[in-house]
Nanobody, 120 residues
Framework: QLQASGGGLVQAGGSLRLSCAASRRIYSSSVLGWFRQAPGKERLFVAAIRWGTTRTYYEDSVRDRFTISRNSAENTVYLQMNNLKPDDAAVYYC???????????????WGQGTLVTVSS
């Protein structure tokens, strides 16, 4: 229902763009988000976008480096990640819910995750 892609190996300072394609209907009230989970750590909020208004939200450590956006015609949300750091390495998950939140329980649907590796 949510298919994430775009992960890979990148050097520190490099960029990647993640994509999340939705096969289910996205309502204007929906919120699409990205979370990440590093090995042995909990899954944490990264960014979110309100589908209808395109208002965006970011975790503080990525605010000036990552950009979340969406293409309504393609039912896809993107996460452009610039100036990547080793601490950004994680499995990135996209999620969809009916309300904005920074915790997992705010989202009802999840993609399978895409791995981002950042070499120093």
């Amino acid at each position: 229902q949510l298919q994430a892609s775009g992960g890979g190996l990148v050097q520190a300072g490099g960029s990647l763009r993640l994509s999340c394609a939705a096969s289910r209907r996205i309502y204007s009230s929906s919120v699409l988000g990205w979370f990440r989970q590093a090995p042995g750590k909990e899954r944490l909020f990264v960014a979110a976008i309100r589908w209808g208004t395109t208002r965006t939200y970011y975790e503080d450590s990525v605010r000036d480096r990552f950009t979340i956006s969406r293409n309504s015609a393609e039912n896809t949300v993107y996460l452009q990640m610039n100036n990547l750091k080793p601490d950004d390495a994680a499995v990135y998950y996209c999620a969809m819910g009916s309300q904005y939140g920074t915790t997992q329980n705010a989202y009802n649907y999840w993609g399978q995750g895409t791995l981002v590796t950042v070499s120093s």
